[in-house]
T-cell receptor
Framework: DSGVTQTPKHLITATGQRVTLRCSPR?????VYWYQQSLDQGLQFLIQ???????AKGNILERFSAQQFPDLHSELNLSSLELGDSALYFC????????????FGPGTRLTVL | QQQVKQSPQSLIVQKGGISIINCAYE??????FPWYQQFPGKGPALLIA?????SEKKEGRFTISFNKSAKQFSLHIMDSQPGDSATYFC??????????FGQGTILTVHP
């Protein structure tokens, strides 16, 4: 158990809908990262937050957005969902943005029908 | 643009054998090279990592070899065990923590 929690574990929704994925980092970790894992694209970095501020952006679509709250939990919002958004979404956390070890949560499996 | 190329895609070894997975990177800004292990239904977990100022790092049965001039690094698993069967990802990282992953290698260790 990495100490990173993600909810929900599974999410099934329809095209065009909007969903919110939630992540609680390990106690003491200030940095949160979101990754998307799919069969064709592998593990892709989406976005990083550090202590409430956006620090780095990767291959995140404009339909996706994220934020980190004062209690350090983070949410990833996915809107206007398409079939191709079906994937595993992982959250990871680390102590700070300069600390290398990222601890991954168990993931949220999103299925868009 | 894929910045970390990983091979092979899949690997089958016998128990007790050596498993070798290779990665090559393009981004010279990478200064941290971790390997992650992922079991089905679980998130990736850090296995071992290396900085570019050393050429080799060993932790138990796991060794990373790093060749900065060739921009390549590899994972060696000695005395491979069935419990090592998993998907392995190499990655390149920068100081802000963003990781760029390879495509993964599915390792199967036969008893």
């Amino acid at each position: 158990d990495s100490g990173v929690t993600q909810t929900p574990k599974h999410l099934i929704t329809a095209t065009g809908q909007r969903v919110t994925l939630r992540c609680s980092p390990r106690s003491g970790d200030l940095s949160v990262y979101w990754y998307q894992q799919s069969l064709d694209q592998g593990l892709q970095f989406l976005i990083q937050y550090y202590n409430g501020e956006e620090r780095a952006k990767g291959n995140i679509l404009e339909r996706f957005s994220a934020q980190q709250f004062p209690d350090l939990h983070s949410e990833l919002n996915l809107s206007s969902l398409e079939l191709g958004d079906s994937a595993l979404y992982f959250c990871a956390s680390s102590v700070d943005s300069y600390t290398d070890t990222q601890y991954f949560g168990p993931g949220t499996r999103l299925t868009v029908l | 643009q894929q910045q970390v190329k990983q091979s092979p895609q899949s690997l089958i070894v016998q128990k007790g054998g050596i498993s070798i997975i290779n990665c090559a990177y393009e981004n010279t800004a990478f200064d941290y090279f971790p390997w992650y292990q992922q079991f089905p239904g679980k998130g990736p977990a850090l296995l071992i990592a290396i900085r570019p100022d050393v050429s080799e790092k060993k932790e138990g049965r796991f060794t990373i070899s790093f060749n900065k001039s060739a921009k390549q690094f590899s994972l060696h698993i000695m005395d491979s065990q069935p419990g090592d069967s998993a998907t392995y990802f190499c990655a390149g990282g920068t100081s802000y923590g963003k990781l760029t992953f390879g495509q993964g290698t599915i390792l199967t260790v036969h008893p």
